[in-house]
């Protein structure tokens, strides 16, 4: 498609389930990031992609967020035992290869996952 | 590390008023700067960027200069529109990792 398309758009989901949330970015694009915006707070880095590997996962809050990404393209952010204070809107990005300082990143509508 | 410190909101404005959103950062290096703006129900989307010192990026009326000596990349709009309703996110790239401010929330009344 034309843009990032994030599924589902929302999500609701009963404490200690697992959830997982799928992104398509941009065809081409080989740089891929997720974000979370937590209600009233701002985005939250949570882990980037170059191609299929991840050099960066430090904002991956705790080990029961995790994500894996195929064939350079789809990627899926998978929440396991999901708490109340994992409902927010998580968000995908892509851009081209991030090697430049000037890359434009192109955000999906977010998914809204609320834990109940 | 990095970081990002936008205004905080919500600011409303009457349409027609002059609108600044502060931002300052903390980087290293030469960083981008860019603001992205967020309508009510949509995704993320850029509004204007700048790249080196000096440069001032703009869009939609919009405006924000990057000023290193100041660390700032405050946006400005002349003459602001019921439409420009949204939240605004300041935001900073050095290397791969884009990091954001916390938003700002601007209304609008006509």
């Known amino acids: 498609g034309a843009g990032v398309s994030q599924s589902p758009s929302n999500k609701v989901t009963e404490k200690g389930k697992d959830v997982e949330l799928r992104c398509d970015p941009i065809?081409?694009?080989?740089?891929l990031y997720w974000y979370r915006q937590s209600l009233g707070q701002g985005l939250e880095f949570l882990i980037y992609f170059q191609g299929n590997s991840a050099p960066d996962k430090s904002g991956l809050p705790s080990d029961r967020f995790s994500a894996e990404r195929t064939g350079g393209s789809v990627s899926t952010l998978t929440i396991q035992r999901t708490q109340q204070e994992d409902s927010a809107v998580y968000l995908c990005?892509?851009?081209?290869?991030?090697?430049?300082?000037?890359?434009?990143?192109?955000f999906g509508q977010g998914t809204r996952l609320t834990v109940v | 590390g990095n970081s990002v410190t936008q205004m905080e909101g919500p600011v409303t404005l009457s349409e027609e008023a002059f609108l600044t959103i502060n931002c300052t950062y903390t980087?290293?290096?030469?960083?981008?700067l860019f603001w992205y703006v967020q309508y009510p129900g949509e995704g993320l989307q850029l509004l204007l960027k700048?790249?080196?010192?000096?440069d001032k990026g703009s869009n939609k009326g919009f405006e924000a200069t990057y000023r290193k000596e100041t660390t700032s990349f405050h946006l400005e709009k002349g003459s602001v529109q019921v439409s420009d309703s949204a939240v605004y996110f300041c935001a900073l790239r050095g290397g791969f990792k884009t990091i954001f401010g916390a938003g700002t929330r601007l209304f609008v009344k006509a």
């Open positions: 700048a790249t080196k010192a000096d």
């Open positions: 065809s081409g694009h080989t740089a």
């Open positions: 980087a290293t290096g030469y960083p981008s």
């Open positions: 990005a892509s851009s081209l290869a991030p090697s430049g300082w000037y890359t434009e990143a192109f």
